[in-house]
C-alpha cells in the first residue's frame, strides 16, 4: 500500500507569493499532523486534524499560516505572503487512530520550499 | 511545555563500534518516546517507541532504548553498528493519551565509516 504522499517535493516561491502544499495521507488514516523542519533542526509541530476537525493548531507560526483538511483525506497547508523565514521542509504524518490512544505517525518525504 | 535534548549533533564511529545516543525530556507527566531515523534521501521512519511497560524496548536493525524515568532519559543504543546506520537520529516525546504532535529533538547525524 502507498505511504504518504506530498507534493510539490519542492517548491520555489518569491518572497510576498503564496503558497499550498498537498498531503495525502494513507487511506482510513484518522489522524493527520503537519510538521515544519528547518535546515540543522528537528521537525517542529504546526497542527493537527482528526478526520476534518482541525483539533490543534497552536504551532502554527503566524496566521499567515493555514490548513485544511475539508473531506477528512487530502489536506492542504497555505502559507500566504511567504518570507524568507519560511524557508523550510514542511513534513505531513498520519496515523490509523484518532486521540483516544496513541499510534505511530507514518511521515511523508516533506515539501522542501525555498523562499527567495 | 515538553522538550527534548538530544546530547550529541554530529558523531563519528567505525563499523562495528558500541553506538549510545542521548536523549533526555522535559515533561512531568506520562510520556510516550520515540526515536526515528531519517537515511540520506529517504523520509523519517520510526525505529523504536515506548508507551508502558518494560522500559527497555527493542526496535529494527538491532537497535533498542532504554528508558529511565528518575534520569528523564531514553537513550539509543545498539552494540555494533554497520555502515548502512549513517543517518540523522531523531529522538522525539509525546504526551500520554496521545492527541498532540510530536516533540523532537534537534537530531544526532551519524556517520559510519567503512
Known amino acids: 500500500g502507498a505511504g504518504v504522499s506530498q507534493s510539490p517535493r519542492y517548491k520555489v516561491a518569491k518572497r510576498g507569493q503564496d503558497v499550498a502544499l498537498r498531503c495525502d495521507p494513507i487511506s482510513g488514516h484518522v489522524s493527520l499532523f503537519w510538521y515544519q523542519q528547518a535546515l540543522g533542526q528537528g521537525p517542529e509541530f504546526l497542527t493537527y486534524?482528526?478526520?476534518?476537525?482541525?483539533?490543534?493548531k497552536s504551532g502554527l507560526p503566524s496566521d499567515r499560516f493555514f490548513a485544511e483538511r475539508p473531506e477528512g483525506s487530502v489536506s492542504t497547508l497555505k502559507i500566504q505572503r511567504t518570507q524568507q523565514e519560511d524557508s523550510a521542509v514542511y513534513l505531513c504524518?498520519?496515523?490509523?487512530?484518532?486521540?483516544?490512544?496513541?499510534?505511530?505517525?507514518?511521515f511523508g518525504p516533506g515539501t522542501r520550499l525555498t523562499v527567495l | 511545555a515538553q522538550s527534548v535534548s538530544q546530547h550529541n549533533h554530529h558523531v563519528i564511529l567505525s563499523e562495528a563500534a558500541s553506538l549510545e545516543l542521548g536523549c533526555n525530556y522535559s515533561?512531568?507527566?506520562?510520556?510516550?518516546l520515540f526515536w526515528y531515523v531519517q537515511y540520506p534521501g529517504q523520509h523519517l521512519q520510526l525505529l523504536l517507541k515506548y508507551f508502558s511497560g518494560d522500559p527497555l524496548v527493542k526496535g529494527i536493525k538491532g537497535f533498542e532504548a532504554e528508558f529511565i524515568k528518575s534520569k528523564f532519559s531514553f537513550n539509543l543504543r545498539k552494540p555494533s553498528v554497520q555502515w548502512s546506520d549513517t543517518a540523522e537520529y531523531f529522538c522525539?516525546?509525546?504526551?500520554?493519551?496521545?492527541?498532540?504532535?510530536?516533540?523532537f529533538g534537534k537530531g544526532t547525524h551519524l556517520i559510519i565509516q567503512p
Open positions: 515533561y512531568g507527566g506520562t510520556v510516550n
Open positions: 486534524f482528526q478526520n476534518e476537525a482541525q483539533l490543534d
Open positions: 522525539a516525546v509525546n504526551a500520554g493519551g496521545g492527541a498532540d504532535g510530536l516533540t
Open positions: 504524518a498520519s496515523s490509523p487512530r484518532g486521540a483516544s490512544s496513541y499510534n505511530e505517525q507514518f
